[in-house]
């Protein structure tokens, strides 16, 4: 039965299992390994008997309509555990845990766990980039080649059209021969530069600013040019730059490569199709070092609900340089557009992150009117992106005016080689 305690703030805590550093957007991967062949059918008894509530005061006929749409979402899409918060400032907020976190124990999902967010982390990294640019020791329209050697023609892709996705640059997550490692050794570390090595093998998809294309390349380049002019790996810079400025106790970019670190205690497993023996395979403890700067960040349902008004407000940066980042520009998908390292859609300002085992939404409307964030232990979309069919049906509820689009995949989901 759902309980209406708030659950306590925790301090992070590291696990003794591998850690799976993250991943980015519009990457396509899901994992190896062992794990149930599927998932089971929905209720009764299934994957949504379980619900904790942490809070929910909007009243008991909204709270009754979200928890049946979002148990119906999660049984006809067999979504094994999620965790939504919606907040919705002078009307009330709704936190719940639904399912469960791990399909062999039967453990409930809770809202105070560790998840990794995927390309929520490129907010982080494009963030560190304009606090760069705020402080004179990086400019948006600077070639990427005065702060990183080897770019192919990297003289004329400047730092904004990296951040914007219009570099032209190829996507290694798009290449083959790395979709072919990854799906070999899940547990391969990788460095930047070695991703970039998938990226560099293909010459560029056209000329810098023609068009926008997502590649996961851009936010990597974006991470090397912060340790270069910062000083400091990118694991430590937003930790002292980004995080604790906000108190983000529980986010943090795991800061070995390769990642040696262990996932925060307590996490939920995430289960993923990437698998080449077929069926379902749980890829908790994958290591996710080849999405680093693009994705490889963790957090939980609380932080992220203190990072999007900060990431929309433009907290850490300059009213100027914010304004910059919020002028979005067509993606060549309906109701979706681009900014620097943020975007849009069709309202909702944020980003969304997919890799193997997990998928997570983090937005909020401008004017400080909403926050959502949802974190999802499955990437084995059934019928489009699983959270975007969470997303979609929560606001259908709360904010009639400002619905989520679905169910088809939104442009920065990684799953999709």
């Known amino acids: 039965m759902p309980t209406s305690r708030r659950a306590p703030r925790r301090r992070t805590r590291r696990a003794g299992a591998p850690a799976a550093?993250?991943?980015?957007?519009?990457?396509?991967?899901?994992?190896?390994?062992?794990?149930?062949?599927?998932?089971?059918?929905?209720?009764?008894?299934?994957?949504?008997?379980?619900?904790?509530?942490?809070?929910?005061?909007?009243?008991?006929?909204?709270?009754?309509?979200?928890?049946?749409?979002?148990?119906?979402?999660?049984?006809?899409?067999?979504?094994?555990?999620?965790?939504?918060?919606?907040?919705?400032?002078?009307?009330?907020?709704?936190?719940?845990?639904?399912?469960?976190?791990?399909?062999?124990?039967?453990?409930?999902m809770k809202t105070d766990m560790y998840s990794r967010v995927g390309s929520v982390t490129k907010t982080f990294t494009v963030t560190a980039v304009l606090q760069l640019v705020d402080q004179g020791k990086a400019g948006l329209d600077d070639p990427i080649s005065k702060y990183v050697d080897g770019v192919p023609g990297g003289e004329h892709v400047t730092v904004r059209q990296l951040a914007a996705m219009r570099s032209g640059l190829y996507n290694y997550t798009e290449d083959r021969n790395f979709l072919d490692s990854l799906r070999?050794?899940?547990?391969?570390?990788?460095?930047?530069?070695?991703?970039?090595?998938?990226?560099?093998?293909?010459?560029?998809?056209?000329?810098?600013?023609?068009?926008?294309?997502?590649?996961?390349?851009?936010?990597?380049?974006?991470?090397?040019?912060?340790?270069?002019?910062?000083?400091?790996?990118?694991?430590?810079?937003?930790?002292?730059?980004v995080f604790a400025p906000l108190k983000l106790s529980a986010t943090s970019l795991p800061s070995a490569m390769p990642c040696g670190s262990a996932f925060p205690?307590?996490?939920?497993?995430?289960?993923?199709?990437?698998?080449?023996?077929?069926?379902?395979?749980?890829?908790?403890?994958?290591?996710?070092?080849?999405?680093?700067?693009?994705?490889?960040?963790?957090?939980?349902?609380?932080?992220?609900?203190?990072?999007?008004?900060?990431?929309?407000?433009g907290k850490l940066l300059k009213p100027a340089t914010q304004a910059q980042r919020l002028r979005t520009g067509p993606t060549g998908v309906p109701g979706i557009s681009y900014g620097l390292g943020i975007a849009d859609f069709d309202g909702w300002i944020g980003h969304n992150g997919d890799l193997p085992g997990y998928e997570t939404i983090a937005a909020g409307l401008p004017g400080g009117k909403a926050t959502l964030v949802i974190l999802i232990n499955s990437d084995a979309d059934r019928g489009g992106s699983l959270s975007s069919q969470v997303a979609h049906a929560v606001t259908e509820i709360v904010t009639p005016d400002h619905v989520w689009s679905a169910p088809a995949p939104a442009p920065n989901s990684e799953s999709t080689p």
Request: with cysteine.
């Open 184 to 241: 070999a050794d899940p547990h391969r570390s990788y460095t930047p530069r070695q991703i970039l090595g998938y990226a560099f093998a293909h010459p560029p998809n056209f000329a810098p600013d023609a068009k926008w294309q997502y590649s996961n390349t851009n936010t990597v380049l974006l991470g090397l040019l912060v340790e270069k002019v910062s000083g400091q790996p990118l694991a430590g810079y937003l930790r002292e730059h």
């Open 265 to 313: 205690e307590p996490h939920a497993h995430g289960y993923t199709t990437f698998s080449p023996h077929g069926g379902i395979a749980d890829a908790t403890d994958w290591n996710p070092s080849w999405g680093w700067a693009a994705g490889a960040a963790i957090s939980d349902l609380e932080d992220l609900h203190a990072w999007v008004p900060a990431l929309v407000g």
């Open 21 to 108: 550093c993250a991943a980015a957007l519009l990457l396509a991967l899901t994992g190896t390994g062992a794990a149930p062949a599927d998932f089971p059918a929905g209720p009764p008894g299934g994957l949504v008997a379980a619900t904790a509530a942490v809070r929910s005061d909007l009243g008991p006929g909204t709270v009754r309509r979200l928890d049946a749409a979002i148990a119906a979402v999660m049984a006809k899409a067999r979504i094994p555990g999620v965790n939504v918060g919606v907040w919705l400032p002078g009307r009330g907020e709704y936190v719940k845990a639904f399912g469960v976190a791990d399909l062999r124990t039967g453990t409930p």
